[in-house]
């Protein structure tokens, strides 16, 4: 190849266009410096309020890349050089490339809507698209969560943002729900007592506010009341467990029936 045919060629063209080179040299230099400075500017915007790391990087590197390709068609413009199709190019691979990553994208969005408004944060007890779990990981794509029964679950920021969020640790007290039921014979009174002490003695049960038993319901064969003890996130279950087990236990000692079915078998 006849590389100095060349070398000439661009010799006479800057000769010919030396103040264009120059402004778009000038465009170059004053624009990439003001890229640089933009990024740092927005960078530390996110990191004042909050926005996740990783999120940060992304879109501080997404919006330099953007800005310096908006920089470079505006100096080659500068020289007179037709940027109409190099345009038209970049745009119809940007429409390719969305439409075959548009599930990854509206994943992205999701997990961006995430990390600026913070439904919730790792270690948060949540419930979403039918799973339940503590946050591991929030990424940009998905987010990880680990299930009561310590399996790893992946859920899409996609779906995850544009669905219900039950955020169990947000006000940092959980009610448990609980029934008991007992006969119709025995003492009202007596047994929201005897409930009421279960859920006092429980050294994992709050005292603000404080846990309530009420008669919720009169059943076929029994009268229900409704045990409403509060806990911490992290202790919901063992609350959970311990007063039913506590609760039976103290029925029993107080001589205090709960109904079950019988089943009557006749000798022939």
């Not at 490339?97 to 809507?113: D, E, P, R, V, Y």
């Not at 029934?179 to 929201?192: A, L, P, Q, S």
């Amino acid at each position: 190849m006849d590389y100095q045919k060349y070398l000439d060629l661009i010799l006479s063209f800057i000769k010919m266009n030396a103040s264009k080179v120059i402004v778009a040299i000038l465009i170059l230099i004053i624009g990439l410096w003001l890229i640089k400075k933009l990024v740092k500017l927005t960078r530390k915007i996110m990191e004042k309020r909050g926005v996740d790391l990783t999120l940060q990087n992304f879109l501080g590197d997404l919006l330099g890349w953007a800005l310096k390709i908006l920089v470079f068609i505006t100096a080659i413009a500068q020289l007179g050089i037709e940027t109409t199709s190099f345009i038209a190019i970049l745009g119809a691979a940007g429409l390719a490339i969305g439409l075959a990553l548009q599930g990854s994208l509206a994943n992205f969005a999701g997990g961006a809507l995430i990390m600026i408004f913070k439904p919730f944060k790792i270690g948060d007890l949540i419930e979403a698209q039918g799973e339940i779990g503590v946050v591991k990981e929030i990424q940009i794509f998905v987010t990880k969560i680990i299930s009561p029964g310590n399996k790893l679950v992946i859920i899409p920021n996609g779906t995850l943002s544009n669905g219900n969020i039950k955020n169990y640790t947000e006000e940092g007290k959980l009610r448990v729900d609980l029934t008991f039921g007992v006969g119709y014979n025995e003492d009202i009174k007596k047994t929201k007592e005897v409930l009421m002490n279960v859920m006092l003695a429980n050294k994992n049960v709050l005292k603000d506010p404080a846990p309530s038993v009420n008669v919720s319901e009169l059943a076929d064969s029994s009268v229900n009341f409704a045990v409403r003890p509060w806990a911490t996130p992290e202790n919901y279950w063992g609350v959970y467990f311990s007063i039913i087990e506590e609760g039976k236990l103290a029925l029993d000692k107080a001589c205090i029936e709960i109904p079950y079915p019988h089943q009557v078998h006749i000798k022939k």
